[in-house]
């Protein structure tokens, strides 16, 4: 009997110790499988978020817009690893349709236009509601260029025949608005929105001047001033000032030497220029696009001048709210924004 009793505690233990084995060798995989689970980061499960790639709308091809857009996708491309494809377009108008309706994801427009598209007022066919901004860019210079030097300014652009850029940009809308507002009666103007185009039309002797709204230097414009000798024109200071008693844009100054053969100041009218996007766009997609413009700054000047003042703390210059995803960037590094910048889907 007692034998009998030894081996049914035997059995009993060998079960008992073959459980623990189990038991044992289940909580020994528990960890391995908590570890692999922590090796997604938070942000990588945020980037399956993101598009494969972005598009730029560019306004005319060449131009300041186009120059910019082509800059920073250089460095979106080299540090975030993200394809970003700069297209031509029409111009700020075209460029808020587009990204507005989610075709585009980034583009630029001039502060004036962008808050008429915004609100829907001035010029604005619609308003654009789903509009937010993320990046400064630069003040823009409202210039020509001619091969006449008997020319000083827009006025002498009467009786003359001009490109004012792409029939839907701001140099366009506003560049007509100082000539109806002065009286001054161009023999012809045609919006051709590819810069490359124009030069060779002035070239031929087709054109007596160009025109951009732009960053200084206009690459076309430089290209004209280096080649051929142009001249550069701008808007005399009295009558920029009596101007913008009437329309939202400021009063300028283009340095001496900013072009070759430029030996004086070109007063004229200035206006920001800042990047936008849908406010839809991933916030953590926006925040790391504007952390990598700004800290790598450098090589965005050294693709495109006028770079130099996409600064942050210029973001305070911008007339629309502010993209959810870069507010969250100006705050990390003490840029306290207005209310009227905080976008609706923060109050």
């Not at 060449?62 to 910019?68: D, L």
């Not at 690459?219 to 913008?244: C, H, L, N, S, Y």
């Given at each position: 009997?007692?034998?009998?009793?030894?081996?049914?505690?035997?059995?009993?233990?060998?079960?008992?110790?073959?459980?623990?084995?189990?038991?044992?060798?289940?909580?020994?995989?528990?960890?391995?499988?908590?570890?692999?689970?922590?090796?997604?980061?938070?942000?990588?499960?945020?980037?399956?978020?993101?598009?494969?790639?972005?598009?730029?709308?560019?306004?005319?091809?060449?131009?300041?817009?186009?120059?910019?857009?082509?800059?920073?996708?250089?460095?979106?491309?080299?540090?975030?690893?993200?394809?970003?494809?700069?297209?031509?377009?029409?111009?700020?108008?075209?460029?808020?349709?587009?990204?507005?309706?989610?075709?585009?994801?980034?583009?630029?427009?001039?502060?004036?236009?962008?808050?008429?598209?915004?609100?829907?007022?001035?010029?604005?066919?619609?308003?654009?509601?789903?509009?937010r901004v993320i990046l400064p860019m630069f003040p823009q210079y409202?210039?020509?260029?001619?091969?006449?030097?008997?020319?000083?300014?827009?006025?002498?652009?009467?009786?003359?025949?001009?490109?004012?850029?792409?029939?839907?940009?701001?140099?366009?809308?506003?560049?007509?608005?100082?000539?109806?507002?002065?009286?001054?009666?161009?023999?012809?103007?045609?919006?051709?929105?590819?810069?490359?185009?124009?030069?060779?039309?002035?070239?031929?002797?087709?054109?007596?001047?160009?025109?951009?709204?732009?960053?200084?230097?206009?690459?076309?414009?430089?290209?004209?001033?280096?080649?051929?000798?142009?001249?550069?024109?701008?808007?005399?200071?009295?009558?920029?000032?009596?101007?913008?008693?009437?329309?939202?844009?400021?009063?300028?100054?283009?340095?001496?030497?900013?072009?070759?053969?430029?030996?004086?100041?070109?007063?004229?009218?200035?206006?920001?220029?800042?990047?936008?996007?849908?406010?839809?766009?991933?916030?953590?997609?926006?925040?790391?696009?504007?952390?990598?413009?700004?800290?790598?700054?450098?090589?965005?000047?050294?693709?495109?001048?006028?770079s130099i003042d996409c600064k942050a703390e210029n973001i305070v210059f911008s007339p629309i709210?502010?993209?959810?995803?870069?507010?969250?960037?100006?705050?990390?590094?003490?840029?306290?924004?207005?209310?009227?910048?905080?976008?609706?889907?923060?109050?």
């Amino acid at each position: 009997m007692l034998g009998n009793f030894c081996k049914k505690a035997v059995c009993i233990l060998i079960i008992c110790l073959f459980a623990l084995s189990i038991v044992g060798c289940s909580n020994s995989q528990t960890p391995s499988k908590e570890n692999s689970s922590q090796e997604v980061k938070p942000a990588e499960e945020q980037k399956k978020e993101w598009p494969k790639g972005l598009t730029w709308s560019g306004s005319a091809m060449g131009g300041a817009h186009y120059m910019f857009g082509a800059a920073l996708a250089k460095v979106i491309g080299n540090e975030m690893g993200l394809q970003v494809a700069v297209e031509g377009t029409g111009g700020p108008w075209q460029n808020m349709e587009l990204v507005n309706t989610g075709d585009s994801d980034l583009g630029p427009v001039p502060g004036a236009m962008l808050y008429e598209g915004y609100t829907g007022t001035g010029n604005a066919k619609q308003a654009y509601p789903e509009l937010r901004v993320i990046l400064p860019m630069f003040p823009q210079y409202l210039h020509w260029w001619t091969f006449d030097q008997k020319m000083n300014s827009f006025r002498d652009i009467e009786g003359k025949r001009v490109d004012m850029s792409g029939a839907a940009s701001f140099a366009n809308d506003y560049g007509r608005k100082l000539f109806d507002h002065f009286n001054v009666k161009p023999s012809q103007i045609v919006n051709i929105s590819n810069f490359d185009d124009v030069n060779q039309m002035m070239n031929d002797g087709q054109l007596d001047a160009g025109c951009a709204w732009s960053g200084i230097p206009a690459p076309p414009a430089q290209e004209m001033a280096t080649t051929r000798g142009a001249k550069i024109i701008g808007v005399p200071k009295e009558d920029a000032e009596d101007f913008i008693k009437k329309f939202p844009v400021s009063q300028g100054v283009i340095p001496a030497k900013t072009y070759e053969g430029q030996v004086e100041d070109i007063s004229t009218l200035t206006v920001w220029t800042f990047t936008i996007t849908n406010k839809d766009l991933p916030d953590d997609l926006v925040y790391e696009i504007v952390k990598t413009a700004f800290e790598n700054n450098p090589d965005l000047v050294n693709s495109y001048k006028a770079s130099i003042d996409c600064k942050a703390e210029n973001i305070v210059f911008s007339p629309i709210p502010v993209h959810k995803g870069a507010v969250k960037y100006y705050k990390e590094i003490g840029i306290e924004l207005p209310d009227n910048l905080l976008p609706p889907e923060m109050k």
